[in-house]
């Protein structure tokens, strides 16, 4: 009897396990459907731009976090935004746009730069703008400062002290903990490795570092200064005085903002100022307006640009775990780009760079593609926050390249780093190792030891000659001498302003100037934008990859800050593995 009964209460738990599994999967789907139906516009709508939140290049579905919540409230996608703001100057039925302002994280100036021009492009469709926030950052009212009408709640608080960036030394740390850094680099600029090499900045990293916030500063004070009708000497005098702790009054008084008012006022301030029915308007959101637009095309004649995007750290392969992260995979694109080169119905590509860099290795075989494309059709290079070191290198050899004034981009320069634990290993936690090889470099990349003089030279000869690769690629793309690469090389960071006086770059501007570029390239009138690659759908991101590892990961960099951003940085070296050409540090803006 009592066998009976435990099978019973087994099929029993089964069925019920079985039910809920249904029952998940028909959320899920319900979900997935929804997020992927068409939207359609009402007449009288209003466009809200959440700016509270992460922004990113684009935007993935993540099913765990669609359920169990996102570690970030606001998950904002740049190039969704972009898209919704052009959308929005070209309906009719959408009557303004409200930009609902907050704490922006994540975004470059560069990304704020393409979406802050965006706006003031709108506003010659002759449709207004108007801002509201509890609190502003100070990312949040740059682009806010467009609007017609600035409002903040009464006791709220907002953000205008300039720029700042900081870089973390664990050197220290290292040394205590036993671990030292061996370093092989080549660029007197070439800082990524300098918090593994020394305790503070050197003059060079605060050279540059100086140099480029205060273009990008500049650029920022007068932006504002056009839209607000202020000069660039008042905001400055107002960053100075400490405005995010100032009364409203005060903000008012000095124009940075138009009025106060409470959130549940805003209904009727946005009727008032868009010229919509306060009980009418229908609000619709970045996402579902960017849906709706999917690859419009110019036209019927069939020709194709396509916009590939590649974005993140350029690694060898696809990371798993809670190190991976937003990756230009080598292999995959380059597999990519060829085959968009074969497609006769593709008339140019435009390469949408967001990246720091990685992998000097991965980053010769997307060069070597984008060559193959040249080769048939033009390749224009839209450069984003970031297009510096790898970022570049893949760039070069574009038939032009398009930059933001405020992209970071160059930093032609390597560097190799391996840990070497001696010290942590045996003194420390008294683990010790012996080895037996055959040959003299047999177990070169043990970590256990000190590394030999003649391991030294192998890799400082290995990264040499990678520099010389880099800077001769560089060349043959700007078409000019390898020296006069090499003399605004050694891994200096420019500005995509500065790039553009010294050669690094052909025209300033956003992803809309690259497809025009594209276009007379192309020699064509009518086309069709598609973008590459093709996001992964709710399913595909729920059964091929690992959601969890999306969530942890999310929470551990909410959490541990940088350095979770230093953990992924050492994760991705491999001492039989090959050089780095990244970005000289994560720069991290407080906008």
């Known amino acids: 009897m009592k066998q009976f009964f435990k099978y019973v209460l087994a099929t029993i738990t089964g069925i019920v396990i079985l039910f809920l599994f249904m029952l998940l999967m028909g959320v899920i789907s319900i979900m997935s459907m929804s997020s992927q139906s068409s ?136 040394d205590k903990l036993g671990v030292k850094m061996e370093i092989f680099k080549v660029g007197t600029y070439k800082s990524a490795v300098e918090p593994y090499m020394r305790s503070d900045m050197s003059d060079e990293n605060r050279e540059q570092l100086t140099v480029m916030q205060d273009e990008m500063w500049s650029r920022m004070k007068a932006d504002v200064g056009k839209s607000r009708k202020l000069s660039v000497d008042k905001l400055n005098a107002l960053a100075d005085s400490g405005m995010t702790f100032a009364d409203v009054n005060i903000y008012k008084s000095s124009k940075l903002i138009d009025k106060t008012a409470y959130s549940d006022e805003v209904p009727q301030l946005i009727a008032n100022t868009l010229g919509v029915d306060k009980d009418d308007y229908h609000v619709i959101n970045v996402d579902d307006l960017a849906s709706s637009m999917s690859n419009e095309p110019k036209g019927t004649s069939g020709n194709i640009i396509a916009v590939y995007y590649a974005y993140g750290t350029i690694v060898d392969e696809a990371a798993s775990g809670l190190g991976a992260g937003a990756e230009i995979v080598g292999q995959k694109v380059s597999k990519d780009l060829l085959k968009l080169a074969e497609d006769d119905n593709v008339k140019a590509l435009v390469l949408r760079v967001n990246s720091g860099g990685g992998s000097a290795y991965a980053s010769e075989q997307i060069w070597h593609a984008v060559e193959k494309v040249k080769a048939k059709k033009p390749v224009v290079v839209s450069m984003g926050g970031l297009a510096a070191s790898g970022g570049y290198y893949i760039s070069s050899g574009a038939s032009w390249i398009v930059a933001e004034p405020m992209t970071l981009t160059g930093s032609i320069g390597i560097f190799g780093m391996f840990p070497i634990a001696k010290e942590l290993l045996n003194d420390k936690l008294g683990v010790h190792y012996h080895t037996v090889k055959t040959n003299e470099y047999a177990d070169f990349g043990d970590f256990s030891r000190d590394m030999s003089e003649g391991e030294k030279r192998m890799l400082q000869g290995y990264v040499n000659r990678g520099y010389e690769l880099f800077t001769q690629r560089c060349a043959m793309g700007r078409k000019v001498s390898q020296d006069s690469i090499k003399k605004i090389g050694e891994g200096r960071v420019w500005t995509g302003e500065h790039a553009k006086k010294i050669g690094l770059v052909d025209e300033l501007g956003g992803l809309s100037a690259a497809l025009e570029k594209a276009k007379t390239l192309a020699k064509v009138d009518e086309y069709s934008v598609l973008n590459y690659p093709a996001k992964k759908s709710f399913f595909d991101n729920l059964f091929d990859e690992n959601p969890a590892d999306s969530y942890a990961r999310g929470k551990m ?35």
Do not use: C
């Open 39 to 174: 939207v359609k516009v009402k007449d009288g709508s209003v466009l809200e731009i959440n700016l509270t939140g992460n922004m990113s290049e684009r935007k993935e579905d993540n099913p765990l976090a669609s359920l169990l919540g996102n570690p970030n409230a606001n998950n904002i996608s740049h190039e969704n935004v972009m898209k919704a703001i052009k959308k929005a100057k070209e309906d009719e039925k959408i009557k303004g746009i409200y930009i609902q302002g907050g704490i922006l994280t994540g975004a470059t100036p560069a990304m704020l730069e393409e979406i802050h021009d965006a706006l003031v492009d709108f506003k010659s469709s002759k449709k207004k703008i108007v801002a509201y926030a509890d609190n502003y950052s100070q990312g949040s009212y740059y682009l806010a400062s467009v609007a017609d009408s600035i409002v903040i709640n009464p006791l709220g608080m907002l953000n205008w002290d300039g720029l700042a960036s900081q870089t973390m030394y664990p050197k220290d740390m290292l």
């Open 557 to 591: 960099e909410e959490t541990f800050g940088e350095f979770y951003t230093m953990f992924q940085m050492l994760k991705h070296l491999n001492p039989k593995g090959n050089i780095q050409a990244e970005l000289p540090y994560k720069i991290k803006f407080n906008l």
